[in-house]
T-cell receptor, first 114, second 114 residues
Framework: GAGVSQSPRYKVAKRGQDVALRCDPISGHVSLFWYQQALGQGPEFLTYFQNEAQLDKSGLPSDRFFAERPEGSVSTLKIQRTQQEDSAVYLC????????????FGPGTRLTVL | QKEVEQDPGPLSVPEGAIVSLNCTYSNSAFQYFMWYRQYSRKGPELLMYTYSSGNKEDGRFTAQVDKSSKYISLFIRDSQPSDSATYLCAMSGVRGSTLGRLYFGRGTQLTVWP
């Protein structure tokens, strides 16, 4: 079956622009996670959804970052007024069960802010 | 100090060698331990998923967890050039801030040369 998909794969934004990153999880997966991966580093947690409920957003670095999953499947991560330090790969992962289980990752969106 | 420490390498070995990759951690709440493989410009791919202490084997891969020492390992037998990638350890717990979300090491870059 299809894995986790993300779009766009690459995004270049000028500083100050808003961007929206999309994640399509594996069908039927309850949990959805967003991570940020800087160059040469491991992924860092941003936020977690259980179905449509955002249960943990403690990893979002500022109030410019916003995520939603309105129907409990597709999720969008939005970054407002992008800054150069937002340049990173944004990874989405989904899991079959709530609050745990094996997490399967998408290919990521590489964001470059000029 | 990060909660999960991992030597970034790089590690370079000849084809057929046994590879040992390791991580240490500080939070005793971690109960689930994972190893991911990440090829360049790809998302992390789950290799091994273990719970609590002990060993788990899957083909050429063996994962070991020693909770008393807060130390986990991944062994790759008969390494192949196709194993060349970055290997990320990750862990999560069952309560509080460790519940569900993954905490990653920074990854070890492995090259297996023919």
């Amino acid at each position: 079956g299809a894995g986790v998909s993300q779009s766009p794969r690459y995004k270049v934004a000028k500083r100050g622009q808003d961007v929206a990153l999309r994640c399509d999880p594996i069908s039927g997966h309850v949990s959805l996670f967003w991570y940020q991966q800087a160059l040469g580093q491991g992924p860092e947690f941003l936020t977690y959804f259980q179905n449509e409920a955002q249960l943990d957003k403690s990893g979002l670095p500022s109030d410019r970052f916003f995520a939603e999953r309105p129907e409990g499947s597709v999720s969008t991560l939005k970054i407002q007024r992008t800054q150069q330090e937002d340049s990173a790969v944004y990874l989405c992962a989904s899991s079959l069960v709530a609050r745990g289980g094996e997490q399967f990752f998408g290919p990521g969106t590489r964001l470059t802010v000029l | 100090q990060k909660e999960v420490e991992q030597d970034p390498g790089p590690l370079s070995v000849p084809e057929g060698a046994i590879v040992s990759l390791n991580c240490t951690y500080s939070n005793s709440a971690f109960q689930y331990f994972m190893w991911y493989r990440q090829y360049s410009r790809k998302g992390p791919e789950l290799l091994m998923y273990t719970y609590s202490s002990g060993n788990k084997e899957d083909g050429r891969f063996t994962a070991q967890v020693d909770k008393s020492s807060k130390y986990i390992s991944l062994f790759i037998r008969d390494s192949q050039p196709s194993d060349s990638a970055t290997y990320l350890c990750a862990m999560s717990g069952v309560r509080g801030s460790t519940l569900g979300r993954l905490y990653f090491g920074r990854g070890t870059q492995l090259t297996v040369w023919p």
